[in-house]
């Protein structure tokens, strides 16, 4: 026979079971029992419901995860060791970057080549700080390989264009010759990264640009059919790519936006690539 415990539930409050239990047999309520059995396992949880977002705000990213080759701080690529060593104890199974509301206005070739000539922005989500885009694409995908934890890379449809999103998925992930994949060479990584996971937009119903259910509908349409032109005639040479994957989530998140207003309401629609 199964070990079961058994948890007591009753609508009544009471300060102990004793007093619980007189309580019940005074007003002549009956109690209700849910039965819990360790060993009857029906699925699985999901890891990555369990994963961790990063995101350019306060501290996160520079001090707390980054603080640079140069720093102090023990490192490793500027990563701080201590961190890394919490987090890796946690056994994340993915991480999200870079928002949140910052992704919305956040432009990636800003945080591409040597550090000292990356251009600076100012962080307008987030205390208006000026930001030095130290931390970009090549210290997330470094981060993730330290953290031996999957990606998630959130796309800017706020602020940006189908060129820019389409252009960072080709900078990250084709491996051959292309424009984008040559000059991911030129700034030290020869071999295409994978995206597990790819967001588009953040929060457009608020901070992603307040857009209207139907707009963020159109714009989805539009940049998802970028993608898959890149994927379609690039398949054979992208890395973790998957056409079929991305039609049926398509199929899957324009039936749930007419049926369900909830599914407007997520952070970011996310492609599974």
């Known amino acids: 026979m199964h070990k079961q415990n058994t948890l007591t539930i009753s609508a009544l409050m009471c300060a102990t079971m004793a007093e619980q239990d007189k309580c019940i047999r005074d007003k002549g309520e ?18 990555e419901i369990y994963g961790h977002f990063s995101e350019h705000l306060g501290r996160c990213i520079y001090e707390g995860l980054f603080v640079g080759e140069n720093s102090d701080i023990p ?13 890796k104890e946690m056994k994340i199974p993915v991480l999200r970057w870079p928002g949140g509301c910052f992704a919305d206005e956040y432009h990636w070739m ?9 251009k600076k922005m100012i962080n307008t989500h987030w205390g208006g700080v000026v930001e030095d885009n130290s931390f970009g694409t090549h210290e997330f995908f470094e981060l993730c390989r330290q953290l031996g934890c999957k990606t998630y890379v959130n796309g800017n449809l706020g602020s940006g264009t189908v060129r820019e999103m389409s252009e960072w998925v080709e900078y990250i992930t084709f491996n051959g010759v292309s ?21 588009v937009g953040n929060e457009n119903w608020g901070c992603g640009g307040n857009m209207r ?21 690039r398949r054979q040479r992208m890395t973790g790519i998957s056409r079929e994957v991305r039609q049926s989530l398509l199929r899957i998140f324009f039936i749930r936006l007419l ?13 599974e690539l």
């Open 110 to 118: 800003d945080g591409i080549g040597p550090k000292e000539k990356r």
């Open 30 to 47: 009956t109690m209700a029992k849910i039965i819990v059995n360790n060993e009857n396992k029906k699925s699985t949880i999901a890891p």
């Open 75 to 87: 490192n490793v690529n500027g990563m701080r060791t201590d961190v890394v060593d919490a987090l």
């Open 179 to 199: 424009p984008m994949a040559d000059l991911r060479k030129e700034n030290g990584h020869e071999e295409p990264w994978t995206i597990d996971y790819f967001g």
């Open 213 to 233: 259910p139907e707009h963020y509908a159109d714009e989805y349409r539009r940049y998802q059919t970028y993608h898959f032109i890149i994927t379609h005639f």
């Open 259 to 271: 049926r369900e207003d909830i599914s407007w309401r997520s952070s970011s629609i996310v492609m």
